[in-house]
């Protein structure tokens, strides 16, 4: 048996939102949010098929109306629309993650428990079963998991190397039964990577997931790491980011070559209700062809515009405004999941 998990920009088969409605935390800004995922929604159909989950008839009626019929004749590709009834939005976290297994695609269903039991998470925690019920994977089989693991925490480059941080996969708050080794003997065994890279290091402020690595650092094509700095010395952030930084040298891929790393500038501190928000360059999302970009409106932005373009050549860098998003602490990598092309598998 052969095992391999796919970097994220393998061609796609399809994006996967959730989409936000009244009994999300979104309810306060309900009108912006579900405008926002619908200019998300039509980008994204630009360059791949797009599948959303809503929680009911009406919402699929609506979105059909608003998405699906504002297509143009022949548009090369499709937004399929899926009823499961969800606590919230983000489809990272609680969405499949996909595996090749001797070449067949294999949707892995980890458990997902709200960042610890932070948060109501029994109806998004149902929603992949309930997707592969109503055939809207391409995949043809689902193994469901017993570990708690969320989508943000791990990355991939393609190449059996395993980004991710003690501080989320090691928390008491999702397995804790298991202990290091254990939980690195799973990660192997269901996904085929055999080098686990362990970050101590980097945390942002505000954020729920207990450090993420996807709004951290993040592999990308051409043995590159591309991680959110912070060079402000009177920052909060900057002594961890800075220690991460030094770690992140350290780190080499299963050919023993180091990465070379790409740092991004940190956006000025944005608060709300005296709360700092997880405001990270690095939530970045690959598609076919291009890189959606989160930005907040700050100085800052163009830099981390500059960077993208000069570090990923080959992918177009479309910035999208995610100022909204982080006011539930979360960006844009957070409330999408990619599905790879299964006509591509290596």
Known sequence: ?????????????????????????????????????????????????????????????????????????????????????????????HGPITVFNDGQAQLLDFQFNGWGDKFESQLDNQITQNLFSQHAYPAKNISKQALVLEGGSIESDGFATLLTTEKCLLNNNRNPELNKQEIESILKSTMGVENILWLK?????????????????????????????????????FNELAAMKEELASLKNTQGQPFKLIELPMPQAIFEDGQRLPATYANFLFINGAVLLPTYNVPQDKHAIDIMCAALPDFKIIPVDCSLLIRQYGSLHCITMQIPDLSDSL
């Not at 790491?225 to 402000?232: E, K």
């Open 1 to 93: 048996m052969t095992l391999h998990l796919p970097a994220e920009w393998h061609p796609q088969h399809a994006i996967q939102v959730t989409w936000p409605h009244e009994n999300t935390d979104w309810n306060w800004i309900l009108d912006e949010i579900q405008a926002f995922y619908l200019n998300l929604a039509k980008l994204i159909l630009n360059h791949e098929n797009l599948i959303v989950c809503v929680p009911d008839q009406a919402y699929k009626t609506a979105l059909q109306q608003s998405i699906i019929e504002s297509l143009p004749k022949n548009h090369p590709f499709t937004c399929e629309i899926f009823i499961s009834p969800s606590n919230d939005t983000w489809a990272r976290d």
């Open 201 to 237: 290091h980097g945390d942002l402020e505000g954020d729920d997931t207990d450090a993420h690595i996807d709004t951290l650092a993040r592999i990308t094509p051409n043995n590159q790491i591309i991680f959110q700095g912070c060079n402000n010395t009177q920052d909060s952030h």
